[in-house]
C-alpha cells in the first residue's frame, strides 16, 4: 500500500501553472511537517517546499514566488500551486514527510512537462 499518492502532473506551456496533490493513506501525517521535492532527468532529487503541520510554510530559491504549498488536514493532502512554470521545471514530483525514516515514503511521483 502506498501511503502517499501525488496526481496532478501533466504537459502545460511555458508560463503555465498546475496544481498538485498528495494525498496520504491515513491522518497520522497530519502531525508531520511536509515536502513537495522533484527530480529531473540525469539530476539529484531537490527540496521543493515544507510545511508544517500548522501551516508554515518555507521555500527553496528556485521555487519561492512561484510555487505555493498548502495542506487540508480533513483529506490528508498537501498541494503544491505551480505558477509560471518554465521548462526547467519539467521533473518528477514527490512529496514526503519530514520523520526519521523517511526513505520509506517516496512514492511513485507524478510527471510535469514544461513545454512549448
Known amino acids: 500500500q502506498a501511503h502517499f499518492v501525488e496526481s496532478g502532473g501533466g504537459l502545460v506551456q511555458p508560463g503555465g501553472s498546475l496544481r498538485l496533490s498528495c494525498v496520504a493513506s491515513?491522518?497520522?501525517?497530519?502531525?508531520?511537517?511536509m515536502g513537495w521535492y522533484r527530480q529531473a532527468p540525469g539530476k539529484n532529487r531537490e527540496f521543493l517546499a515544507g510545511?508544517?503541520?500548522?501551516?508554515?510554510?518555507n521555500y527553496a530559491a528556485a521555487v519561492e514566488g512561484r510555487f505555493t504549498i498548502s495542506r487540508d488536514h480533513a483529506k490528508n493532502a498537501v498541494y503544491l500551486q505551480m505558477n509560471n512554470l518554465q521548462v526547467e521545471d519539467t521533473a518528477v514530483y514527490y512529496c514526503?514527510?519530514?520523520?526519521?525514516?523517511?526513505?520509506?515514503?517516496w512514492g511513485s511521483g507524478t510527471l510535469v512537462t514544461v513545454s512549448a
Open positions: 491515513s491522518d497520522f501525517f497530519n502531525s508531520k511537517a
Open positions: 510545511i508544517t503541520s500548522g501551516g508554515t510554510a
Open positions: 514526503n514527510p519530514f520523520v526519521p525514516d523517511r526513505n520509506n515514503y
